[in-house]
């Protein structure tokens, strides 16, 4: 069974933080690289941040210094900390493998607006 459940998204404004994360069922979590991928209005989606078993992550360069990313294999979850938020990280937010599933979770709308 996959699960891959995202939350944690909202409004906020220019400069603000969101915390995000995705709960991931075990079978998947514990055997894949997982990222978070972002897909704003009208453009494709995009990587954002992966984590590995190791626990240490990789970031775009556009959310470097600003978004770092975790997983938790107690809770099943890959989380990512947003700070520093810019209009151009709005989104909706997705948790996924890599390379990612076919399958796609509903995403987390992140709002980035004044």
């Known amino acids: 069974q996959v699960q891959l459940v995202e939350s944690g998204g909202g409004l906020v404004q220019p400069g603000g933080s969101l915390n995000l994360s995705c709960v991931v069922s075990e079978n998947i979590l514990s055997r894949n690289v997982m990222a978070w991928y972002r897909q704003a209005p009208g453009k494709q989606r995009e990587w954002v941040a992966t984590?590995?078993?190791?626990?240490?992550?990789a970031v775009a360069d556009s959310v470097k210094g600003r978004f770092t990313a975790s997983r938790d294999s107690g809770k099943n979850t890959v989380d990512l900390h947003m700070v520093f938020l810019k209009p151009e990280d709005s989104g909706v937010y997705y948790c996924?493998?890599?390379?990612?599933?076919?399958?796609w979770g509903q995403g987390t709308q992140v709002t980035v607006s004044s």
């Open positions: 996924n493998t890599v390379p990612p599933m076919t399958y």
């Open positions: 984590v590995a078993f190791s626990a240490s992550y």
